[in-house]
């Protein structure tokens, strides 16, 4: 799966598709649905974010709260914080298995994605992280077509701050998968920079890992400075703990020209320069950037124009169709 004008240099011999929590394009995020189909499309790799359980279990759900792809709120009205929201953590397994997963809604409860699958729908489960590896290592074996793993830890301060390391719990689930080291296939990424080194230093992962870059403003992790990471001297430093980076599309792209040339950051090139990968998030087919024209247009400009090493994306079909055609 190259494309003409694909780096072949350093740790990335191809440019990867990574589903975005699974085909979520098509199913609701984070089910074990999502992830066979995302399988069955021929992604490369397979997303999984990850929160604990009240009994400490990694479950795959993108958030801490839960209220917008689950019916907790009708199932536990009684447990909401005093925010209104559900967290995870105030659940056991048990709990949240019974739960009802479902395509993600607003505040307002309606669907974020309306031509997506029906909210409510058929029926699916939250899974545990070590569900899903056992589903993607069975059909690896099944279909003879290895996927791998693109694990995230979500909110480790938040978790710490709650009573449980889930860094230290999460990797040793992916240890008893045989994920570990550097030629394992999988990936872990991390918002919070603190615990990226933590992750590498103190707890001893070999395995390939990734810093996601976002916002300031989104106040994704404490004390971490997105502005300065972007910076070479910022690089540089994730260089030396890390493999890659995960910014956003913004990062890479910021318009096209009169000329309708995309008009690039440095980062990839500078990223490039100090050995780091660079995959981007998240290319979504029903909400594109303003100067894309289609899904295939996006994939154009940050695969070939901007020369990244792979993208996040809902429509793994879509991605891997382009990358075999162009």
Not at 7 to 27: P, Q
Request: proline share 5%.
């Amino acid at each position: 799966m190259i494309c003409q004008g694909a780096r072949m240099e350093g740790g990335m011999a191809e440019k990867i598709v990574i589903a975005h929590r699974g085909a979520s394009g098509h199913l609701p995020e984070h089910t074990l649905a999502a992830k066979a189909a995302a399988h069955a499309m021929g992604a490369d790799y397979i997303e999984q974010d990850v929160v604990l359980s009240s009994d400490g279990v990694p479950m795959v759900l993108h958030d801490i709260q839960i209220d917008t792809v689950t019916d907790v709120a009708e199932a536990f009205p009684e447990r909401a914080r005093a925010d209104g929201r559900f967290y995870a953590i105030d659940f056991s397994l048990d709990e949240l298995k019974s739960l009802a997963a479902m395509e993600r809604a607003d505040e307002r409860g309606e669907q974020v994605f309306p031509s997506r699958f029906p909210r409510g729908a058929s029926s699916f489960q939250v899974p545990t992280l070590a569900e899903e590896i056992e589903l993607i290592q069975g059909m690896n074996l099944s279909t003879g077509r290895e996927a791998g793993i693109y694990t995230e830890i979500k909110a480790p301060a938040w978790h710490r701050a709650e009573g449980q390391d889930i860094s230290r719990v999460a990797l040793g689930v992916l240890a008893d998968y045989g994920y570990a080291d550097p030629d394992d296939p999988v990936f872990l990424q991390c918002f919070d920079w603190n615990e990226t080194r933590r992750i590498r230093t103190e707890l001893g992962w070999r395995g390939r890992l990734v810093q996601l870059l976002g916002e300031n403003a989104w106040d994704e992790a404490p004390d971490v400075d997105y502005d300065a990471l972007r910076t070479k001297d910022g690089l540089a430093a994730i260089a030396h703990v890390a493999d890659g980076i995960g910014p956003s599309m913004s990062h890479v792209v910021t318009g096209v020209d009169a000329g309708r040339r995309p008009m690039l950051t440095d980062l990839v090139a500078n990223a490039h320069a100090v050995g780091l990968a660079v995959h981007p998030y998240t290319f979504r087919a029903d909400a594109l950037p303003a100067y894309a024209s289609s899904l295939e247009d996006a994939l154009r400009i940050f695969l070939i124009d901007a020369d990244v090493d792979g993208v996040f994306t809902d429509f793994p079909d879509r991605a891997v169709a382009f990358l075999r055609g162009c």
